[in-house]
């Protein structure tokens, strides 16, 4: 139990489009999303909270016109990296909260490699 | 958030114990102590979770001294398998704040 899945796993484009990835809980309803990036070698950054219905939350430092998160349904946010460049070439991970588990536990998604060329 | 400290890299052999410490002299009292996996290229992976004394389950134990500035992820006979990086991290709260981890290397 506690699946997230991530799709697409490997993305490239071409500096200045867009790309739209998605996040799944599987086989339980995540009411908060987060999506962490990951350059190589560095840990995994928190980029913005999302929560089912309502706007995302986005930490310091990240720009919310340029990464466009939807959390349409219980089951699926998407991050969408507009206008991308290849300074956005990362490592996209999302997670859940699920309701039962561990206090604060997160299942994480696959990741997505995204290069932008 | 708490801040923690934990070493860069350690180094093992298929088959030894390896305990990593993490420092968490800043921990407050509602936070709880709680370990992720992580192997390339792929999403992190819960390991274990404690909030006192000792917490043991099919991959790891985890010891939390009575002051609780501290703790160590115990991960018993590693094998090559258990290569990763491993992350301690300290709160009460959903956001995660991750840091820099520790790099395991297990060697045949």
């Known amino acids: 139990g506690a699946v997230v899945s991530q799709h697409p796993s490997r993305v490239i484009c071409k500096s200045g489009t867009s790309v739209k990835i998605e996040c799944r809980s599987l086989?339980?309803?995540?009411?908060?999303m987060f999506w962490y990036r990951q350059f190589p070698k560095q840990s995994l950054m928190l980029m913005a909270t999302s929560n089912e219905g309502s706007k995302a939350t986005y930490e310091q430092g990240v720009e919310k016109d340029k990464f466009l998160i939807n959390h349409a349904s219980l089951t699926l946010s998407t991050l969408t990296v507009t206008s991308a460049h290849p300074e956005d070439s990362s490592f996209y991970i999302c997670?859940?909260?699920?309701?039962?588990?561990?206090?604060?536990?997160?299942?994480f998604g696959p990741g997505t490699r995204l290069t932008v060329t | 958030l708490a801040k923690t400290t934990q070493p860069i890299s350690m180094d093992s052999y298929e088959g030894q114990e390896v305990n990593i410490t993490c420092s968490h002299n800043n921990i407050a009292t509602n936070d709880y102590i709680t370990w992720y996996q992580q192997f390339p290229s792929q999403g992190p992976r819960f390991i274990i979770q404690g909030y006192k004394t000792k917490v043991t389950n099919e991959v790891a134990s985890l010891f939390i001294p009575a002051d609780r500035k501290s703790s160590t992820l115990s991960l018993p006979r590693v094998s090559l398998s258990d290569t990763a990086v491993y992350y301690c991290l300290v709160g009460d709260d959903y956001k995660l704040s991750f840091g820099a981890g520790t790099t395991v290397t297990v060697r045949a």
């Open positions: 997670s859940a909260r699920g309701a039962g588990g561990f206090p604060y536990e997160q299942y």
């Open positions: 086989d339980f309803q995540a009411t908060t």
